[in-house]
């Protein structure tokens, strides 16, 4: 008798486009004789990312915004590596520089970290592997930002689950360490930038972000999302609606799930 067997997290497939889907050819796989070597290959692709210029040019500007609001540049350098996500930052400074209660503060960038959530989902199949200790994960999990899981998502399916782990992490703490430095910079040339100019560099991330999400959108459902996504946020934007971002997440990708799924089952044929 036949029994279906469920498979294991580490062996489903992302839910992602095709491209992340079926296994690179055998000569595209990418080796690294050990975990420190996968790890500084991490860091040099990091490097050599696009976004290494745009988290620089945010940081820049995140920094200056620190120092008018009069918080310490070792500050903002703890608090980029304990929050690890520029949006969320922003909050925290703003919020903190205006007097705001620390616990409304701390709810505030608690919510914003939960867009990283869904990210979070669907990097671990793709980094786990078989017999892997829950704690081996917390550090991949905390790293998980926009910038790292659109690159991870890119770059991982061409190597052996067993390096994994570690170029992300590598990948993770060279823009963490661009983020940082970036601060300091931002920092202490605060009093020679332009305020228009400081805004710029925090607009460069949602922009490469936005840039990056249409270049990776490959199947009809994520094309869909995001033009819904677009139109919904603007309208919700205009509208002045409360949690605009998180009604534009959950309502646009409900409907382009829906639309998806109601086109897919017009194209089954009838039995």
């Known amino acids: ?8 997290l580490w062996d489903m497939k992302p839910p992602m486009s095709q491209p992340f889907s079926t296994p690179p050819p055998e000569s595209f796989v990418r080796t690294f004789p050990s975990a420190p070597s996968a790890f500084f290959h991490g860091i040099l692709g990091a490097l050599s990312s696009m ?41 925290l400074i703003s919020a903190l520089g205006t007097g705001a209660a620390p616990i409304e503060v701390a709810v505030a960038v608690a919510m914003s ?11 671990m199949p793709v980094l786990r592997r078989p017999n892997m200790r829950l704690r081996d ?27 994994r782990v570690a170029f992300s992490n590598g990948l993770s703490v060279g823009f963490m360490g661009t983020a940082t430095i970036g601060g300091f910079i931002g920092y202490y040339l605060a009093g020679g930038l332009p305020p228009l100019f400081a805004a710029a560099l925090l607009f460069i991330t949602p922009l490469s972000f936005l840039i990056s999400t249409a270049r990776n959108a490959r199947m009809f459902m994520d094309k869909l999302a995001l033009v819904i996504g677009l139109v919904l946020g603007s309208l ?3 509208m002045q609606v409360e949690l ?11 409907l382009a799930y829906l639309i998806h799924r109601l086109r897919e089952a017009r194209a089954e044929p009838q039995v």
């Open 137 to 163: 994960m917390i550090l991949p999990t905390h790293f998980t930002s926009v910038s790292m899981w659109v690159e991870s998502m890119r770059l991982l399916p061409s190597m052996p689950r067993e390096s």
């Open 244 to 254: 605009d971002l998180l009604w534009t997440g959950i309502g646009g990708g409900t």
């Open 1 to 8: 008798m036949a029994v279906a067997v469920r498979p294991a």
């Open 113 to 123: 970290g939960i867009r990283l959530f869904p990210m979070v989902v669907a990097l």
């Open 51 to 91: 976004f290494f210029l745009v988290i620089g040019g945010t940081y820049i500007g995140m920094g200056a915004l620190a120092h008018d609001f009069n918080l310490g540049a070792w500050w903002l350098a703890v608090s980029t590596v304990l929050v690890w996500a520029g949006p969320a930052q922003v909050i």
């Open 236 to 238: 919700l934007t205009a």
